[in-house]
């Protein structure tokens, strides 16, 4: 399993922008599913977007959909989410996920409990 690291993260008005990074150290391929997922307290984990980092495979929840954008930095084995547009209801602890595929499809629901997870960082949107 890859070591997750996530930065960024913190607390901004509706409608502003911030950007979570997560640096993947221990790779042994370059065929990865990523994503991100967001949690509050009392709720199941949801996802957020997710990425395959040895193609172009994007996907995101329809709750992001237009607002976020996941993309990946191979020169700085870093994958990024760029959340713009943020809303109250966007606030939430949110984690980074991996898993080795070579199947180049990433969908959300193939994520669980048992691959990679990042540490988590908060992110708080005040209205």
């Known amino acids: 399993q890859v070591h997750l690291v996530e930065s960024g993260g913190g607390s901004v008005q509706a409608g502003g922008s911030l950007t979570l990074s997560c640096a993947v150290s221990g790779a042994t391929s370059n065929y990865y599913c990523m994503a991100w997922f967001r949690q509050v307290p009392g709720k199941e984990r949801e996802g957020v977007a997710s990425i395959y980092t040895g193609g172009d495979y994007t996907s995101y929840a329809d709750s992001v959909k237009g607002r976020f954008t996941v993309s990946q930095d191979n020169a700085k084995n870093t994958v990024v989410l760029q959340m713009n547009s943020l809303k109250p209801e966007d606030t939430a602890m949110y984690y980074c996920?991996?898993?080795?595929?070579?199947?180049?499809?990433?969908?959300?629901?193939?994520?669980?409990?048992?691959?990679?997870w990042s540490q988590g960082t908060q992110v708080t949107v005040s209205s």
């Open positions: 996920v991996a898993f080795s595929s070579r199947g180049g499809v990433c969908r959300l629901s193939f994520f669980a409990a048992g691959h990679s």
